[in-house]
């Protein structure tokens, strides 16, 4: 790490203390408490007081019954905090959360030039240049400010993706790739789909057996070789996992290495016809708000439903209905659950390309390409520009300038990538990697929310790094 900032340490600086003081104005002028935050913060408090990992609050003396409904990593981050700062001191979250990201901007730039080519000189040179883009990224940046996992997550993905580099680059790559996994195991504990990573290096591992001869190393890696890399990441990742794991064969005699994909504890019921039913139709994330969040407890509109989500007059029929009855309780119940899922199996028959298709392409390009200020005070209306921009010209100003902010990182990561790719970086196949699976997994199996590629995100800006640097 210090060869990449020996004798730039005044631009070195400068650029960490512009990437704190933004995240700090983003912590102290717009502080931000998600629908899930409440959820940690109670996880946390029973953590110090109860001992007992719970979202349901505590009443009385009384401990709250054990439950999994999310991973360990955030709520024990808060619960370290807050037995330092005080309890439910949000204030104090922030500001370790904006240290914390600004040292990921750091780790970024080391990552750039581990993966740079050409003198040292130049090398420095593409480093600081994404130690500049990352420090002036609001993106993720913005997160500081908010009671959720973001940062700490991406700040661990990062460490990982380091030690993956660094053990492509090696000549003894074992204790970085054991680290590796390691790193990948605690941001699974923040963010449980953060283990998927691992196929990415390990298919590289494996790719380099058979082709070899990367700017990296000119060996061609043994079987046993590349099969043992392989091992140390799945040891490492197991590691921080087993203590979560154990706890829950203990406290709730199951196994569950993981928070449940729909984050609910045994036995309790999921809306699964539903959801799928909203996932063949659904792809812009101003529709989570209408459809998605608001079940179970808040009406939903047939009327707001888009073009699209209903076809002829007899699905029309059927969903009007089937709201109608939801309004009524406020609850899905198992059997409108079940009849959504009825719609859901038979729209997925009828046009099967538009599901697994042309869909999961939409959501892709709905996660990159958004203004990202879904945690910030703005509406975030941009569409008619005509009319968006008479409803609330500053509103509409802010969301338009976060907007091409964003595509500029997009253009800029795009020239970058393809500069690397050029030079035969087995790094790029790791990076651009990384950022096709998290983006390919969301598009098929979640909903559209942009805060899901903001793990991959310093991985854009390492990409972005190369459009005008050293390759």
């Known amino acids: 790490m210090k060869e990449a900032f ?44 109860h001992h007992v990992y719970s979202h349901i609050p505590a009443e009385g ?23 330092v700062a005080g309890d439910s001191n949000e204030t104090a979250v922030r500001i370790v959360q904006a240290f914390l ?151 709730l005699k199951t196994f ?5 994909f729909y984050a609910e ?43 699209g989500a209903v076809e002829g007059a007899d699905q029309a029929q059927r969903v009007s209905e089937l709201f109608k009855r939801y309004n009524e309780q406020l609850t899905m119940t198992p059997d409108l659950d079940t009849q959504f899922g009825q719609l859901a199996r038979e729209r997925v028959h009828a046009h099967p390309v538009r599901f697994f298709v042309t869909l999961p392409m939409l959501r892709g390009v709905a996660l990159w390409f958004t203004p990202r200020r879904e945690i910030l005070p703005l509406e975030g209306k941009l569409w008619p520009v005509a009319e968006a921009f008479e409803d609330d010209p500053r509103d509409f100003s802010f969301t338009a300038l976060l907007f091409f902010v964003n595509l500029g990182y997009l253009v800029l990561a795009l020239r970058g990538g393809v500069r690397l790719w050029s030079a035969g970086s087995t790094g790029f196949l790791l990076v651009a990697g990384s950022i096709v699976l998290r983006t390919v997994f969301f598009a098929f199996f979640t909903f559209p929310e942009p805060r899901y590629t903001l793990e991959v995100y310093p991985l854009l ?7 005008g640097g050293s390759d």
Not at 15 to 39: E, K, Q
Not at 133 to 156: D, M, Q, R
Request: glycine share 8%; net charge positive; hydrophobic share 50%.
């Open 101 to 251: 990201d600004t040292f990921s901007a750091a780790l970024i730039a080391v990552i750039v030039f581990r993966l740079a080519r050409g003198k040292r000189e130049q090398r420095q040179g593409a480093a600081q240049f994404g130690l500049a883009l990352a420090a002036l990224c609001p993106f993720v940046g913005n997160y500081a400010a908010s009671i959720l996992s973001e940062v700490p997550a991406t700040f661990l993905f990062v460490l990982a993706v380091l030690a993956a580099i660094k053990a492509l680059q090696s000549d003894s790559p074992g204790r970085n790739w054991f680290w590796c996994g390691v790193a990948t195991g605690a941001a699974t504990l923040f963010r449980p789909e953060t283990g998927l990573w691992l196929v990415v290096p390990g298919a590289i591992v494996l790719w380099r057996t058979r082709k070899g001869g990367t700017t990296e190393s000119a060996e061609v890696l043994r079987p046993g070789t590349a099969l043992c890399a392989i091992v140390l990441m799945f040891v490492g990742l197991v590691i921080p996992l087993l203590p979560w794991t154990a706890r829950n064969l203990v406290s």
């Open 6 to 49: 020996q004798g730039r340490g005044r631009p070195t600086m400068a650029w960490l203390t512009a990437a704190l003081a933004l995240r700090l104005m983003f912590a102290f002028l717009f502080p931000h408490t998600g629908g899930d935050s409440p959820i940690y913060e109670t996880f946390a408090r029973n953590l110090l007081h």
């Open 265 to 307: 504890d045994p036995n309790e019921f999921v809306p699964r016809g539903y959801m799928k039913w909203c996932r063949t139709w659904l792809w812009r994330f101003r529709e989570l708000d209408a459809y998605i969040w608001p079940v179970d407890g808040q009406p939903v509109s047939f009327e707001g439903l888009p073009p």
């Open 256 to 260: 569950q290495p993981l928070s449940p």
């Open 61 to 83: 003396t009384a401990p709250p019954p054990p439950t999994l409904i999310r991973s360990p990593g955030y709520p024990l981050f808060l619960a370290a905090i807050f037995s």
């Open 461 to 467: 800006i390492v990409l972005a790094s190369f459009a």
